[in-house]
């Protein structure tokens, strides 16, 4: 059983005195602190992922002339929602790789003078093997595994064992997973590569 500590205050006319309490808390209050503690931490690893795209389109302008990331408000706001069941997972899912999609294809391909080279991760992998020697591949590995978390699964298409692969990568072992706790794995996984991707071009 959890408890809460509180402080009560009390005057009676001598001064005020101050008396510590502990009280049950029930099951619903633990499940409510819980939410908040999970929706804050999702929210703080947003405004990461905000910060980052920004500071890396800034850094590839200087570089190369041209941001690599479009703006996409509504993708960014419907990440910071917590998964409580599948169909939430679907939406988040869908919208983190709608960011990961939104890249400035056609400045990209004059980069590398490539034309028609299908997926926007495949066309990053290209600017990066050409412009960038050395990056880190572990950032196209966790952009792909979230793509096939999305694109691998039921609504999208037929549910098939690349989807149970993906759910592995991020430390997933079970079926059907915490939804709740794979979005936050996800988060922070493409925070990383983001992160990663940043240095990797201001070397």
């Keep these: 059983m959890n408890y809460k500590r509180e402080i009560k205050i009390s ?30 931490e999702v929210r703080e690893i947003c405004k990461e992922i ?12 200087d570089k190369f002339r041209t941001k690599i990331f479009k703006p996409n408000e ?53 600017f990066l093997k050409l412009k960038v020697p050395g990056y880190d591949k572990r950032t196209i590995e966790i952009l792909r595994n979230i793509n096939s978390l999305r694109s691998k699964k039921y ?20 079926f059907p997973p915490d939804w709740g706790e794979l979005w936050e794995k996800i988060l922070k996984k493409y925070l990383w590569a983001l992160n990663k991707l940043k240095d990797n071009l201001e070397k």
């Design 74 to 126: 509504i993708a960014i706001w419907d990440i910071q929602q917590l998964c409580a069941n599948e169909d939430g997972f679907n939406n988040r899912i869908q919208e983190i790789t709608t960011l990961i999609a939104g890249i400035e294809t056609k400045e990209i391909e004059e980069k590398i003078e490539t034309k028609n080279l299908e997926g926007s991760i495949n066309l990053l992998e290209a």
């Design 155 to 174: 609504p999208i298409h037929t549910d098939t064992i690349e989807f149970l692969k993906a759910l592995r990568y991020f430390g997933i072992k079970t």
């Design 11 to 40: 005057d009676f006319g001598k001064g005020i005195n101050e008396v510590k309490v502990e009280r049950k808390i029930s099951k619903e209050e633990t499940i409510s602190f819980q939410i908040l503690r999970n929706e804050q």
């Design 50 to 61: 905000v910060q980052k795209r920004r500071e890396i389109n800034l850094i590839f302008e």
